[in-house]
């Protein structure tokens, strides 16, 4: 049994765009197959609080992994007063962060036996492209087969994009690489790297005929691309990631009419009722509410906050894991489960 608390310690931090900054950290009081599962394309949990002194878990992909215990990670700041924020306020060379384990199903294996992949990333999204794309030029580099990528990456503007340069010099200098950057909040003139605006379902041909596409940034850009890739490329395999939960759907005007300020959840494995505030995920009400559901991506796609829900008034957001008969069944995410009205019945304990 290993005792030691397991902990990251930043050895380095380096700035990549005004927004995002590049953590090195070092794992300590790690085994071995903690080590082992720290590979790029992954993504590892920190325990750290928000600006608040909140503490939360958040999950960040490993862009590079270097030697047995060294790994990188990028993180934006978004202005909210989040962990994310709090690491680039107070993160720095010699402190540490609690972590707390190593998640994910995509890496360089789940990609490296096609001969055509497509990826999509918006904004931060491209840390999981960008964790692939290393490990390809590794591979190329020793004069092994990679597969033919086109990235499609989408941004708000040409200086917020990170690692762009690192982008541009892959294409320059690899012939199985091509990258399109879409820019969708500056003008910029269109040509064979840049376009202007966001990507349309059309936009997808230039992904030619992908056998995997990776699909990485917020919950909506997600959402949207896995429709549109699921009708174009219906053969291909999705490799979906997302660490942004779904937004909380806007109240209509009758909701807004009938005072549904708060909502009951009734848990029938324990028979406890608790009234909350509306507007929150149902897996925020029940941790607010000091009911502990087991968690991890907060975005639809580890399947963990699995629960069944039934009765009152709730709108179940999409997710990347539950199947047309899972949800027939009753089967939702706590995670993209909003509660709207009336008394919810919730059983945190479903049988599978
Ligand atoms: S926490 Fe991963 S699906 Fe809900």
């Known amino acids: 049994m290993n005792d030691i608390p397991l902990q990251a310690r930043c050895e380095r931090v380096t700035t990549e765009t005004a927004g995002v900054k590049v953590f090195t950290l070092r794992a300590q009081g790690a085994h071995a197959d903690f080590l082992n599962s720290l590979e790029p394309g992954k993504h590892v949990a920190l325990h750290y609080p928000d600006t608040t002194g909140t503490q939360h878990q958040r999950l960040y992909s490993i862009t590079r992994k270097q030697g047995a215990d060294l790994f990188e990670i990028a993180v934006k700041r978004e202005g909210r007063g989040g962990v994310s924020d709090h690491l680039h306020a107070t993160l720095q060379e010699g402190s540490t962060a609690p972590m707390q384990f190593v998640a994910g199903d995509i890496s360089l294996a789940s990609i490296v036996n096609y001969k055509y992949v497509g990826m999509l990333a918006g904004g931060i999204g491209i840390t999981l492209p960008i964790a692939l794309l290393r490990g390809l030029l590794d591979l190329s580099c020793s004069g092994l087969p990679v597969p033919r990528v086109v990235l499609l990456l989408c941004v708000p503007t040409i200086a917020e994009s990170p690692f762009l340069q690192e982008l541009l010099e892959l294409e320059l200098t690899m012939s199985w690489f091509s990258l399109h950057v879409f820019v969708t909040r500056e003008t910029v003139k269109s040509n064979g790297h840049f376009t202007a605006g966001r990507p349309c379902v059309e936009t997808l041909s230039l992904l030619g005929l992908p056998e995997a596409v990776v699909i990485c940034g917020s919950h909506r850009f997600a959402r949207g691309f896995r429709e549109h890739t ?119 304990k479903p049988s599978v």
């Open 230 to 348: 699921l009708a174009m490329f219906p053969a291909s395999k999705l490799l979906i990631e997302s660490f942004t939960p779904p937004a909380a759907p806007v109240p209509t005007e009758q909701m807004q009419a009938q005072d549904s300020a708060s909502v009951r959840l009734h848990m029938t494995d324990s028979d406890q009722v608790i009234e909350v505030p509306a507007g929150n995920s149902l897996l925020d009400m029940l941790e607010s509410s000091g009911i502990a559901v087991p968690n991890q991506c907060r975005a639809g796609i580890c399947g963990n906050c699995r629960i069944k829900v039934s009765d009152g008034e709730y709108k179940l957001e999409s997710d990347f894991c539950l199947s047309n008969q899972d949800k027939d069944e009753g089967y939702a995410l706590a995670c993209c489960t909003f509660p709207l009205s009336g008394t919810i019945k919730v059983d945190l």
